[in-house]
């Protein structure tokens, strides 16, 4: 089944313990990104991978690190994370890594609390 | 960066009722996307609009790109509860960026 896994679906952490949210697709797309939830603020994105080793920031990129070494995963890494990181968080992909010519699908988030 | 605007932000129907909703923007886009988010899950594709003026159907969900190209409309008619969820609009942006509305809520009413 075509799908983006992200893992794990809930973590609690303190302020400033490093973690990794990690995402997989398996429909080799080029394409893959980082979005965080907020009430009232929609979708906002942090990170993006046109392809392997190429990444590049959204619109809310402080705080967070990702890379892209094989074309299936794209993990995201919080160094130091904050109490204004809790957010649900959601990896997507797609096909091209132009401008935008097909559908992104997103994993089921990953709901990240930092205390 | 570029904003929409999307109204309402949540919205209680009942049942049988018609919904509708809408997504502004101050810059004009060649492509709107509608999606639908259920509960627990990630954002599904619902429509794409691609050109000025059109309206697509996808079963009881009907979108509209408005003339203007700064804007868009998503109707649902007779409200099921499976249509309960977060819609949000989004427009790609750029060479490589897709920009999300804040969302409508949709709610059953009791």
């Known amino acids: 089944e075509a799908q983006v896994t992200q893992n794990p679906r809930y973590l609690i952490t303190v302020t400033g313990k490093k973690l990794t949210v990690t995402c997989s697709q398996n429909m080799n797309h080029e394409y893959m990104s980082w979005y965080r939830q907020d009430p009232g603020l929609g979708l906002r994105q942090i990170y993006y991978s046109m392809n392997v080793e190429v990444t590049d920031k959204g619109d809310v990129p402080e705080g967070y690190k990702v890379s892209r070494k094989e074309k299936r995963n794209f993990p995201l890494i919080l160094e130091s994370p904050s109490p204004n990181q809790t957010s649900l968080y959601f990896c997507?992909?797609?096909?091209?890594?132009?401008?935008?010519?097909?559908?992104?699908?997103f994993g089921n988030g990953t709901r990240l609390t930092v205390t | 960066g570029q904003q929409l605007n999307q109204s309402p932000q949540s919205m209680f129907i009942q049942e049988g009722e018609d919904v509708s909703m809408n997504c502004t923007s101050s810059?004009?886009?060649?492509?709107w996307l509608w999606y639908k988010q259920d509960p627990g899950e990630g954002p599904v594709l619902l429509i794409a609009l691609y050109k000025a003026g059109e309206l697509t159907s996808n079963g009881r969900l009907t979108a509209q790109f408005g003339i203007t190209r700064k804007d868009s409309f998503l109707n649902i008619s007779a409200s099921i509860p499976s249509d309960v969820g977060i819609y949000f609009c989004a427009a790609p942006w750029g060479a490589s960026k897709i920009i999300f509305g804040s969302g409508t809520r949709l709610s059953i009413r009791p």
């Open positions: 810059s004009i886009f060649n492509t």
């Open positions: 997507a992909s797609r096909h091209g890594q132009g401008p935008y010519n097909s559908p992104l699908h």
